[in-house]
């Protein structure tokens, strides 16, 4: 039973930081692409960024380039997304996802192509 759950979310100035985790469970991801997502109040799902099964390539979307870092640790079963100067409109709730095809070298940014989400965390950033 493969299952991911977000946590770290929650209420933070401009300019703050957060980390959010992800923690799986059933099996291992060691293998799996691994992506966050994030979705404000009416609009369409965002591709935040995403890492590879090696940890060897990244992505992220132009406009937190430089302020997130996605991260994993595979020996815990974690995920993670370091986001530092943070703007209000970083503002949505965040998820993130697992392609459990395995060894994939290219990260992708389709929300379609990830077979498995977590249920999301709230991340507000305002003063």
């Known amino acids: 039973q493969v299952q991911l759950i977000e946590y770290g979310g929650g209420l933070v100035q401009p300019g703050g930081s957060l980390r959010l985790s992800c923690a799986a469970s059933?099996?291992?991801?060691?293998?799996?692409?691994i992506g966050w997502f994030r979705q404000a109040p009416g609009k369409e799902r965002e591709f935040v960024a995403a890492?590879?099964?090696?940890?060897?390539?990244?992505s992220y979307v132009d406009s937190v380039e430089g302020r997130f870092t996605i991260a994993r640790d595979n020996a815990k079963n974690t995920f993670y997304l370091q986001m530092n100067s943070l703007k209000p409109e970083d503002t949505a709730v965040y998820y993130c996802a697992a392609d459990l095809r395995p060894f994939r070298g290219m990260v992708v940014t389709i929300p379609r192509e990830y077979g498995y989400w977590g249920q999301g965390t709230q991340v507000t950033v305002s003063s």
């Open positions: 890492i590879n099964w090696s940890g060897g390539s990244t």
């Open positions: 059933g099996r291992t991801f060691s293998s799996a692409g």
